[in-house]
């Protein structure tokens, strides 16, 4: 039989054992960062700042921007769904390799007034592959085979100069712009109509215009106030300016 001292100090070993077994394990200190959403993180740090977009027609501009909304609602947007509704795809998208065919062009000529030869050489050589074998446009050939596509307009041929964007402007039915942007519009559009003029005649030409309008609004994803923010001009003037700084960047 176990004698008394060695009893007790058997009750004790078990009872610091039990402790034991019965205490959780110490906390590791994590040092975990809290997450930031600060704007430094998330935008690029060339973004232009959001506050800072020269707007002195705002109220003018916002007038513009709910006439577009109105505008898209109940005259584009249904001549879109009944345009995509009535004409087969593979004719449309015959429709819009050929409108695309001219913008190469008007990329190709301000590809050679910002002295850029490389763009200039790659939109010379999808014209040429696409108004030939493409059958005047209307299949895009030159993408199949691989060629870049760069996007030039007068807007940027100003901006690589130097001129600066100057005040944000709502164009009527156009959309966002700028007034550089809105002044280049003219040149571009000059050189597309004496382009057509050669090709087209008056009829065909006015029919061209309207097609080229419901193309291109039936490949602009934007709708008006579906963004979900309540501050979707002011987005959307910081998302086309930011846009329009990088175009003359690249």
Known sequence: MMDQPSARAAIICLALSLAACGSSPPAKHQDYPEPVFAA???????????????????????????????????????????????????ARVGVHNFFE???????????????????????TGRVLVNSTIGLFGLIDVASSMGMPKPDEDFGQTLGHWGVG??????????GPSNLRDGVGLVPDFMLQDYIQND????????TAFLFDSIDTRAHTTFRYYETGSAFEYQTVRWLYTTKRELDVEK
């Open 40 to 90: 430094q993180r998330i935008v690029p740090a060339n973004a232009v700042d959001i506050q800072k977009v020269y707007d002195p027609w705002e109220g003018m501009n916002k007038r513009i921007y709910n006439f577009n909304y109105y505008f898209d609602r109940w005259v584009f947007l249904p001549v879109v769904r009944g345009w995509e509704a009535a004409v087969p795809r593979p």
């Open 165 to 174: 964007t100057g005040p944000y402007l709502v164009l009527p039915l156009l």
């Open 199 to 206: 090709l087209l005649a008056q009829p065909v030409r006015a």
């Open 101 to 123: 065919n001219f913008r190469d062009v008007r990329t190709m000529a301000n590809s050679l007034l910002q002295a850029s030869p490389g763009k200039f050489f790659q939109s």
